[in-house]
């Protein structure tokens, strides 16, 4: 079946402006993460979804971040006037929680704030 | 969550030599995961442990959890460029919120 997917794959912003992005997860997989890697570095956990319960976003690094999870199926992150240090791959991963433990990675966004 | 640091953070090696990444926790962990991630690509699972002392083997690639499951290993035998990328291991704690290590980026040569 099909992956896990997001999209745009690249995006260029102006620094200041509002920037969504998207993952459609795994079909049946009730839990998504999001996670910021930078060029170079290790993954840096931003937030995450299961099921109906409320979303774990203590990683969230302030709060023009935010996220959204409509249908227990899609997610959209949000960055609200960005700065040129948000620029990074932004990566969402899905899997089954309380099942397989394996996380699933999406290709990624990579947001590049000029 | 604690920092899970790994050494080295980057080699190179000859094609054919041997690889390992160690990964290092000050707490117990309750499992540990490794993800490979390609230039370019995204993480990729390889495998978990779960259990002290436990030793899992992947063709080429041997993982081991220590016994006081503080530290894990990943040891490539005669590596080829195809093992080039990072490698990342990674644990699970509260509602499988996964915190990954620093990582080690190989590179191979011919």
């Known amino acids: 079946g099909a992956g896990v997917s997001q999209s745009p794959s690249n995006k260029v912003t102006e620094k200041g402006k509002d920037v969504e992005l998207r993952c459609d997860p795994i079909?049946?997989?009730?839990?998504l993460y999001w996670y910021r890697q930078s060029l170079g570095q290790g993954l840096e956990f931003l937030i995450y979804?299961?099921?109906?319960?409320?979303?774990?976003k203590s990683g969230l690094p302030s709060d023009r971040f935010s996220a959204e999870r409509t249908g227990g199926s899609v997610s959209t992150l949000t960055i609200q006037r960005t700065q040129q240090e948000d620029s990074a791959v932004y990566l969402c991963?899905?899997?089954?929680?309380?099942?397989?433990?394996?996380?699933?990675f999406g290709p990624g966004t990579r947001l590049t704030v000029t | 969550g604690q920092q899970v640091m790994q050494i080295p953070q980057y080699q190179h090696v000859q094609e054919g030599e041997d690889f390992t990444t160690y990964c290092n926790s000050s707490?117990?962990?309750?499992?540990i995961q490794w993800y490979k991630q390609r230039p370019g690509g995204h993480p990729v699972f390889l495998i978990q442990?779960?259990?002290?002392?436990e030793v899992k083997k992947q063709k080429r690639l041997t993982f081991q959890f220590g016994e006081a499951k503080k530290n894990s290993s990943l040891h490539i035998t005669a590596t080829q460029t195809t093992d080039v990328g990072t490698y990342f291991c990674?644990?699970?704690?509260?509602?499988?919120?996964?915190?990954f290590g620093t990582g080690t980026r190989l590179q191979v040569t011919l």
């Open positions: 990674a644990y699970t704690g509260t509602a499988s919120k996964l915190t």
């Open positions: 991963a899905s899997l089954v929680a309380g099942g397989d433990y394996e996380q699933y």
């Open positions: 079909s049946g997989h009730t839990a």
């Open positions: 442990l779960v259990k002290s002392g």
């Open positions: 707490t117990t962990l309750s499992n």
């Open positions: 979804f299961q099921g109906n319960s409320a979303p774990d």
